[in-house]
T-cell receptor, first 111, second 117 residues
Framework: GDSVTQMEGPVTLSEEAFLTINCTYTATGYPSLFWYVQYPGEGLQLLLKATKADDKGSNKGFEATYRKETTSFHLEKGSVQVSDSAVYFCALSSSASKIIFGSGTRLSIRP | GAVVSQHPSRVICKSGTSVKIECRSLDFQATTMFWYRQFPKQSLMLMATSNEGSKATYEQGVEKDKFLINHASLTLSTLTVTSAHPEDSSFYIC?????????????FGSGTRLTVV
């Protein structure tokens, strides 16, 4: 079945460091891909999405490119801030209309 | 943008009682709603999918008689945890999807932390 695999955390970086959180997927057909962010004690917020191959989603300095050839959707940010500390979930939506989540990556940014 | 309101945000109840959690789409019609459960420091586990006016479809291993889901209108879905026990304590999150799906994507509520004592 469809699945999402993302790098395990926690990831700890210093402020202004470069961030990459890897995400790969397995799916039949052509899923849409998402990154969601969850701040402590809150629900999930959509960070960015891409609906077809080679699309680049971007928001708040974060970017991810839908790579069909490598079945990847890695999240990147050039310069992280303390306020970016949260849990990040990679997810896909298949033709079955469900969202399938990765296990989440906890990101902590040191001042 | 699309907003989903979920409440209560926190609830504490006694073992054996029932708790209802509401999820409302405020500015769009949610033809499909999803209910998730999240254990501490873990990912979201899909419990059930409900379409407006239809019975919910439950994921394998989720007791439909314990977790009652109602999706009576295009803007409201409820999850009732019946005869709650301490092992039902968890973070419950709803998600709503509009007809187009990809226009708004999936919008999540802010979650409900249920503690059963």
């Amino acid at each position: 079945g469809d699945s999402v695999t993302q790098m395990e955390g926690p990831v700890t970086l210093s402020e202004e460091a470069f961030l990459t959180i890897n995400c790969t997927y397995t799916a039949t057909g052509y899923p849409s891909l998402f990154w969601y962010v969850q701040y402590p004690g809150e629900g999930l917020q959509l960070l960015l999405k891409a609906t077809k191959a080679d699309d680049k989603g971007s928001n708040k300095g974060f970017e991810a490119t839908y790579r069909k050839e490598t079945t990847s959707f890695h999240l990147e940010k050039g310069s992280v801030q303390v306020s970016d500390s949260a849990v990040y979930f990679c997810a896909l939506s298949s033709s079955a209309s469900k969202i399938i989540f990765g296990s989440g990556t906890r990101l902590s940014i040191r001042p | 943008g699309a907003v989903v309101s979920q409440h209560p945000s926190r609830v504490i109840c006694k073992s054996g009682t029932s708790v209802k959690i509401e999820c409302r789409s405020l500015d769009f019609q949610a033809t499909t709603m999803f209910w998730y459960r999240q254990f501490p420091k873990q990912s979201l586990m899909l419990m059930a999918t409900s379409n407006e006016g239809s019975k919910a479809t439950y994921e394998q291993g989720v007791e439909k008689d314990k977790f009652l889901i109602n999706h009576a209108s295009l803007t409201l879905s409820t999850l009732t945890v019946t005869s709650a026990h301490p092992e039902d304590s968890s973070f419950y999150i709803c998600s709503a999807r509009d007809r187009g799906g990809f226009y708004y994507g999936y919008t999540f509520g802010s979650g409900t932390r249920l503690t059963v004592v």
